[in-house]
């Protein structure tokens, strides 16, 4: 997912202990994609009213920046992601991680 997305990717939370990672976009930006991905696909949309645990920059357990934000790389463009993820649902063997 990672590769996929390249330099295109901002800032991304990673969760070991789950598995997940959180891709920070514009809000609203997502608002259609519920009936793109099925709930096997393991891909969730969260509201802007959502609780993500945001690492401290120096934290190295639990939640932590797996990309850490910078003044020219916060947020991912939502097509980005898009065609990111469906990558990974599709199966496209240059994505292998799940993506929350």
Do not use: K
């Not at 990672?2 to 608002?31: K, M, Q």
């Not at 020219?72 to 199966?91: I, K, N």
Request: proline share 10%; charged share 20%.
């Amino acid at each position: 997912m990672l590769e996929h997305l390249g330099d295109r990717s901002g800032a991304v939370i990673e969760d070991p202990g789950g598995n997940t990672f959180y891709w920070l976009v514009p809000p609203g930006s997502t608002l259609e994609w519920e009936e793109e991905f099925t709930p096997q696909a393991q891909v969730q949309m969260l509201s802007e009213t959502a609780h993500v645990a945001v690492p401290g920059p120096q934290c190295t357990a639990g939640p932590q920046w797996r990309i850490p934000p910078t003044r020219m790389r916060c947020l991912t463009a939502a097509e980005a992601l898009r065609d990111a993820l469906a990558a990974a649902v599709s199966g496209s063997p240059d994505t292998s991680e799940h993506c929350w």
